[in-house]
T-cell receptor, first 113, second 115 residues
């Protein structure tokens, strides 16, 4: 039973426009959420995170929004660039018990020039 | 500073054979994790070391998988005997001991193909 779900396997966006990647979770014990970016033949690279006590975290072109009541988070990339084309994984972390990350299945983002 | 390294990058073996994957974490990182991604699905946790001790191996699929971390440095993951369903990309990750909010540093992965 997947505790973190990314329901869109792929997303195509025009360069310069906004990319919105979505993620849902079921475990209310998760208190940190992270986004990782993965290029082919490379490992996932940390992008941005958010604590469950916040509803927004921004870092340059990347903003993560958290809606705890809906158990939903999203990653916004503005403006999107061709170099952003990669697989984006949503991950969740329970700092109180298990130390592993629980990942979604990823969304392939393609930014078209 | 060197990142997490994994060897080999790709391994092709026949069903029933044995394969050993190696991970070298970032120097000084006491936490070491193994994950696996199968067939483009989610990245799944296998186990977690703190230094040389297994902290959590709840994600290990069965007793054909054996992980070790000698002296709290590098780690190996042995699959014996390999089955077709073991094919996938095996990632290793590491983090400092008291990184409380989850950020982990991943290696490039080992792609295992069992034929």
């Amino acid at each position: 039973d997947q505790q973190v779900k990314q329901n869109s396997p792929s997303l195509s966006v025009q360069e310069g426009r906004i990319s919105i990647l979505n993620c849902d979770y079921t475990n209310s014990m998760f208190d940190y959420f992270l986004w990782y970016k993965k290029y082919p033949a490379e490992g996932p690279t940390f992008l941005i995170s958010i604590s469950s006590i916040k509803d927004k975290n921004e870092d340059g072109r990347f903003t993560v929004f958290l809606n705890k009541s809906a158990k939903h988070l999203s990653l916004h990339i503005v403006p999107s660039q061709p170099g952003d084309s990669a697989v984006y994984f949503c991950a969740a972390f329970d700092s109180g018990s298990a130390r592993q990350l629980t990942f979604g299945s990823g969304t392939q983002l393609t930014v078209l020039p | 500073e060197a990142g997490v390294t994994q060897f080999p990058s790709h391994s092709v073996i026949e069903k029933g054979q044995t394969v050993t994957l190696r991970c070298d974490p970032i120097s000084g990182h006491d936490n070491l994790y193994w994950y696996r991604r199968v067939m483009g699905k989610e990245i799944k946790f296998l186990l977690h070391f703190v230094k040389e001790s297994k902290q959590d191996e709840s994600g290990m699929p069965n007793n054909r998988f054996l992980a070790e971390r000698t002296g709290g440095t590098y780690s190996t993951l042995k699959v014996q005997p390999a089955e077709l369903e073991d094919s996938g990309v095996y990632f290793c990750a590491s983090s400092p001991l008291h990184r409380g909010w989850g950020e982990q540093y991943f290696g490039p992965g080992t792609r295992l193909t069992v034929t």
